[in-house]
């Protein structure tokens, strides 16, 4: 009996090597480890053994089924990596191919900017305010110290609909919307963005809608230094670090003193190029402290509170940021202007 | 108002400065610099030379042989030019000599005569053609008769001149003047300047006696001064008078006029001379002019006037509009002999009504609106006088005959050391206060750091603390305020919950890939009325239209903002942009009255417009083009992200599908609709297969539910049945869900479409849908009998509702 098994372990090992396939090893299992199989049948026939010979021939038989079994196994494992690896063969790809593409779009070049200014101010302490694009007379300009026949009313060239309505000409009406709903006590800290008109003609340099984010602070002992302090926070936050900012006189209605801020020009870095015309400077922003008439207007004593605004176009800011040409190109919506900043 | 510097030079020492940091400390200090022009590409050796003889050229009928004396030599120059003549002193470029736009003078022959140089026109010599006098337009420029043979040229007609252009602001008008900015440029280098009186003799009969001035309207004209000028020589100006005026851009046209125009850029006062003899009167009455009164003016037309315009009369005709324009009758000619010079003080607004009813902005009307030094009005008149004793050979007749309700009083401000510290942030004393003061020409008293200024009359634009505030800053230097921050830091800044939801919003839409744009509110009337929103249509009263638009094309407030979307599309389509997907976030406008006086409603719309392919991989063979439910797909997605719930209803709409336009509900009420565009407008404008939506995101901003409560997650499992129906074509998957929801509550937690067929083994105009529902229950495991008891209660619905059977 021992012969026998001995002789089935190798004549199992031998069926083994020689199958190439994983039905074939599959035979082999049930061949020699089935219930049917021939070491079964050894097992069976034990019957007949001696007292002693039973546990022996008992413990070589599971040997060799264990030994058949390991090298079943290991077949198995081994066919079986070599039938992934012909799968993976069969399923390699050219990845060189271009993928299907995902649909993508993203914000106007303005809007983002916007929105960074946006954010920037918030992180500043500034809300965000809105107000009506159609405005009265009243907000857009008597409440800003420009009463009617004002010589500055000339400086915004104006879209009438009747005497009283118009197309604002600059977010500054929403500062006075949001002073006088403040009941001339608490402080303001805003900056509004928005669309704004003017009766222009458009051409490389002018559109009749553009956009405009004005800020507003007012609240006690509100310095000049303050103004001068945040625009610069500002330009180095937008601009870069290293840029230089100076403020020089200019004059708005609704502010006094008046100053318009210029930024060092990064091309040239101040020594002057054509970029800033030879200056080393480019004009950024119009800020300055808070005529009196606007706070008191606004119900505000202006002995008391003082401010500062500012007003700036981020199509200018666009403009320089990327090297803009035409303000057109903001409004004519050229998806191949367009998808050029939907990383911006 | 471009500023000679060689006239500065002459009014304020600018020694040590060059013309860069002379444009540069007047930026920092008061007025932009808007340009610097130094003179380069000067035309050089150009010299005097007097024409000895001047003979017709030989051989050419319109060329002159001049022989010119240069002092050191003779030349034979051949002159094209109609008004050269013998004894003419000229502009001589000899050969080697360059003109501007670097042409150089050769030695040459003309038409078989040689020609040893050129005489030069103004224009040759780089002056604007319309600076040039007129009497050398069209020829070369002749020299005053005493002028030397052999002098430069270019520096007698002050050629080599830089230039500032000065960019002034409405409040600084009293820099525009030459005076008004030698007093800044005096200010700003701290430089000594003062303007001169002016002096002249008198002859013994009083202006008075010859003419008086009557004022009708105080208000109006709060001053009215008449000189009267005798014995006047109408002539050229002399040399130098000339060259301030063509550095400054003006004409040169003869001495009375120069010398008018001089003043006013001189002293900023505009001033005007009458022709006595034509104005014909012994009185000067200044009014309104009456409804309908007319006056020909000195541009030759004819101004009908109203009430509200002043005009300046001889007791019965209007011989000139206030301010804005001299009459054509008593106009200065070349036979006038007498003058009545007018040095006047007319209100700002009057002048304005005037200039801008009748367009006619000029250097005089824009400094009369702008306002004028009250001291200054009258010593124009007087220093004109100077000049045309000088320079007209006149007689002045003894003081002026005048009105005068002029205010003269200059303005006191108080001003306290401290407070300039507090609003600046800089900490000066008052020495340093002082020394700015000192360096402006403003009086003051001061004790114990209080400040009354006294603020001279050619400052008229300071009236309040805060303008002194601005003086003392500016002089002071805005690069040595100090950099500080603000002290409210008691403010958290932030979005508000609409503002952040509307960038959701953008954010949401591109990610689905639609990309913003931004279009104009302003459009024509057609487009402006198209594709309005159906819940806006009840209520809109049309587009509102602006007063005076600069362009039909943007005259009229946009109700839907579609129509330019569209427009992209089309622009993008012209210029074979094909797959296009679009959206923008923008206001329209409804008046809330039929005559559109009140300020209208503006509602915030989403919208969007897409055409094209949606998806395109070529190599997969795989292409979709945008159809309605791509779209549907996206506003759908966009309710989802905003929490909220939309149902649709097949809609009609101008300009859209009949038979694929869905309005969207939202809370029982439409907010929107969306769909393909209509075949007929989709050809008229060029476009492709475009569908779009049109959202109103103020009402779904407001329907937004903030507080989400948490809602647990399921702890049971849920059953899933799938069901096909059998329906009448015609009938609809939306309104079979909503029956399936309604029989199958409160178990049913979610129905979805996922199969429709139509075709093989069903009957004619009949379709299957087939659903899949879901049933679950927060609290328990379901047990089959409850499932079956919910479907056969929807499938029991759904057959009596909708006929629906079940597909065998």
Redesign the interface.
């Known amino acids: 009996m021992k012969e026998r098994l001995e002789e089935l372990e190798q004549e199992a090992i031998l069926k083994v090597e020689k199958a190439e396939t994983i039905d074939a090893l599959k035979n082999v299992r049930v061949e020699y480890l089935g219930k049917k199989g021939p070491i079964t049948e050894v097992l069976r026939g034990m019957g007949k053994l001696s007292k002693e010979e039973r546990p022996v021939i008992g413990q070589l038989a599971n040997e060799v089924r264990e030994k058949i079994s390991v090298a079943i196994d290991e077949k198995q494992s081994k066919l079986e990596d070599e039938a992934l690896e012909e799968q993976l063969k069969d399923e390699s790809i050219d990845v060189t191919?271009?993928g299907?593409?995902?649909?993508?779009?993203?914000?106007?070049l303005?809007?983002s900017i916007i929105?960074e200014i946006?954010d920037l101010?918030?992180?500043?302490?500034?809300?965000?305010r809105?107000g009506?694009?159609?405005?009265?007379d009243y907000y857009n300009f008597e409440a800003l110290n420009l009463p009617k026949?004002h010589?500055?009313r000339?400086?915004q060239d104006t879209?009438?609909?009747?005497e009283?309505?118009l197309?604002r000409t600059h977010t500054s009406p929403v500062q006075a919307r949001t002073m006088g709903q403040k009941d001339g006590k608490e402080?303001v800290?805003m900056i509004c963005p928005g669309?704004v008109?003017r009766?222009?003609?458009d051409d490389a340099t002018h559109s009749?809608?553009f956009?405009q984010i004005e800020g507003l602070?007012v609240?006690e002992?509100?310095?000049?230094?303050?103004l001068?302090?945040?625009l610069?926070?500002f330009a180095h936050k937008m601009f870069g670090e290293e840029r230089e900012i100076?403020?020089?006189?200019?004059?708005f209605p609704f502010t006094?003193?008046?100053?318009?801020m210029d930024i060092s020009c990064k091309m040239c870095g101040g020594k002057g190029c054509s970029v800033c015309k030879g200056?080393g400077w480019i004009e950024i922003l119009g800020a300055g402290?808070v005529?009196?008439n606007v706070l008191e207007m606004s119900g505000y004593d202006s002995k008391k509170y003082?401010g500062f605004a500012f007003g700036m176009g981020p199509e200018r800011i666009a403009m320089l940021k990327h090297g803009i040409d035409d303000i057109r190109h903001?409004?004519?919506?050229?998806?191949?202007f367009?998808?050029q900043y939907?990383n911006a | 108002m471009l500023i000679s510097l060689n006239w500065l030079k002459e009014l304020v020492d600018i020694s040590g400065y060059s013309t860069e940091e002379l444009a540069?400390i007047i930026?920092?200090?008061?007025?932009?610099v808007d340009g610097v022009y130094e003179p380069e590409d000067l035309p050089e050796n150009i010299i005097v030379g007097n024409i000895l003889s001047c003979e017709q050229h030989p051989n050419a009928d319109k060329l002159s042989l001049c022989q010119v004396d240069t002092g050191k030599e003779t030349l034979q120059i051949v002159c094209g030019a109609p008004n050269v003549r013998a004894g003419q002193k000229v502009a001589v470029a000899k050969p080697g000599a360059v003109l501007p736009g670097n042409f150089e003078i050769k030695q040459t022959e003309l038409r078989g005569e040689e020609s040893n140089g050129m005489i030069c026109s103004l224009q040759e010599l780089g002056v604007k053609e319309e600076d040039v006098p007129e009497a050398f337009i069209d020829g070369i420029f002749v020299f005053p008769d005493e002028t030397e043979i052999g002098e430069d040229a270019v520096e007698l007609l002050n050629l080599d001149d830089s230039i500032i252009e000065l960019d002034v602001?409405?409040?600084?008008a009293d820099a525009l003047s030459m005076a008004g900015v030698a007093y800044e440029t005096a200010a700003a280098l701290d430089r000594e300047y003062e303007l001169e009186s002016p002096s002249y003799e008198e002859t013994k009969e009083k202006a008075n006696d010859y003419v008086t001035v009557k004022i009708e309207n105080e208000e109006a004209n709060p001053y009215y001064g008449a000189f009267v000028i005798q014995d006047v020589e109408v002539k050229e100006s002399p040399l130098w008078l000339k060259n301030r005026l063509m550095a400054a851009d003006t004409r040169p046209i003869n001495n009375v006029v120069d010398i008018t125009n001089y003043v006013l850029l001189e002293y900023g006062q505009p001033l005007h001379a009458f022709d006595f003899d034509r104005f014909n009167s012994e009185e000067i009455v200044t009014r309104y002019a009456e409804e309908g009164e007319q006056i020909k003016t000195l541009d030759g037309k004819i101004r009908t006037l109203s009430s509200h315009h002043l005009v300046i009369t001889n007791g019965e005709k209007a011989h000139a509009m206030a301010g804005v324009m001299g009459g054509a009758e008593s106009e200065v000619h070349e036979g006038t002999t007498t003058l009545i010079l007018e040095a006047a003080y007319f209100d700002?607004?009057v002048v304005?009504q005037g200039a801008k009813d009748h367009e006619l902005r000029s250097e005089s009307s824009v400094r009369f609106?702008?306002g004028l030094d009250v001291n200054r009005v009258r010593q124009a008149g007087e220093r004109a006088c100077e000049l045309l004793e000088k320079y007209a050979g006149a007689s002045i007749l003894k003081g002026v005959s005048e009105e005068d309700h002029l205010n003269r009083e200059e303005t006191k401000i108080r001003m306290e050391t401290q407070r300039l510290n507090?609003?600046?942030?800089?900490s000066m004393i008052s020495e340093d206060v002082k020394e700015i003061l000192r360096r402006l020409q403003f009086g003051y008293e001061e004790k114990k750091d209080v400040f009354d200024v006294q603020v001279p009359t050619r400052r008229f634009d300071i009236a309040?603390?805060?303008?002194m505030?601005?003086e003392i800053?500016?002089i002071y230097g805005?690069?040595r305020?100090?950099?500080?921050?603000?002290?409210?830091?008691?403010?958290?800044?932030?979005?508000?919950e609409e503002?952040r939801l509307k960038?959701d919003v953008?954010t949401y839409?591109?990610?689905?890939?639609?990309?913003?744009?931004?279009?104009?509110?302003?459009t024509d009337k057609v487009s402006a009325e198209q594709m309005i929103s159906p819940e806006l249509q009840e209520e809109e009263q049309g587009a509102?239209?602006?007063?005076?638009?600069?362009s039909e094309d943007?005259s009229h407030?946009r109700l839907s903002i579609l129509p330019e979307l569209l427009r992209?599309h089309r622009?993008?389509l012209a210029?074979q942009?094909q797959n296009?997907?679009?959206?923008e976030l923008g206001?329209v406008?409804i008046s809330e009255d039929e005559e559109?006086?009140?300020?209208?409603r503006?509602i915030t719309r989403a919208a969007g417009a897409i055409s094209g392919n949606?998806?395109?991989?070529p190599?997969?063979q795989?292409k979709k083009e945008v159809d309605f439910y791509v779209v549907k797909g996206i506003v759908e997605g966009l309710a989802e992200r905003l929490g909220v719930t939309f149902s649709y209803m097949k809609g009609e709409l101008e300009g859209m599908h009949p038979g694929r336009t869905a309005l969207v509900v939202c809370e029982d009420e439409p907010v929107g609709f969306m769909g393909q565009v209509h075949p007929r407008y989709q050809k008229e404008w060029d476009l492709r297969e475009t569908y779009v939506f049109d959202l109103n995101l103020d009402r779904l901003l407001e329907i937004y539910e903030k507080e989400e409560t948490f809602e647990q997650i399921p702890r049971y499992p849920s059953v899933s049945r799938d069901i096909a129906l059998v329906v009448d074509e015609e009938t609809w998957a939306g309104d079979i869900e909503v029956t399936i929801l309604e029989a199958g509550a409160p178990l049913i937690k979610q129905v979805k479409v996922f199969d429709v067929y139509q075709g093989e083994h069903l009957e004619d105009g009949k379709k299957s849908l087939a659903f899949n529902l879901l049933y679950q229950d927060p609290e328990r495991t379901l047990k089959d009998k409850e499932v079956e008891k919910a479907h056969g209660a929807i499938l029991e619905q759904v057959a009596s509702q909708h006929n629906a059977s079940l597909r065998q």
């Open positions: 191919l271009p299907r593409p995902v649909q993508v779009g993203g914000p106007h303005l809007t929105e946006e101010f918030i992180g500043m302490g500034f809300d965000i809105e009506p694009e159609v405005e009265t026949g010589p500055a000339d400086m879209f009438y609909i009747t009283e309505l197309m402080p800290k669309k008109y009766r222009d003609t009749h809608q956009t602070l609240d002992n509100v310095r000049m230094s303050d001068k302090g945040v610069q926070t100076r403020l020089r006189p200019s004059f006094e003193p008046s100053v318009e200056s402290m005529h009196p003082s903001f409004y004519t919506n050229d998806v191949r367009l998808s939907h | 540069e930026t920092k200090t008061g007025i932009e602001t409405p409040n600084r700002p607004r304005r609106e702008k507090d609003r600046l942030g800089t309040i603390f805060e303008d505030l601005e800053a500016r805005y690069d305020l100090p950099y500080t921050l603000p002290n409210s830091a008691h403010q958290a800044g932030g979005l508000t503002q960038r953008k839409l591109e990610g689905a890939g639609l990309s913003e744009t931004i279009t104009y509110s302003l509102i239209r602006l007063a005076m638009p600069m943007h407030l992209t622009y993008n210029r942009q296009l997907a679009y959206y206001k406008f559109h006086q009140k300020q209208p503006e949606w998806v395109t991989h190599w997969q795989e």
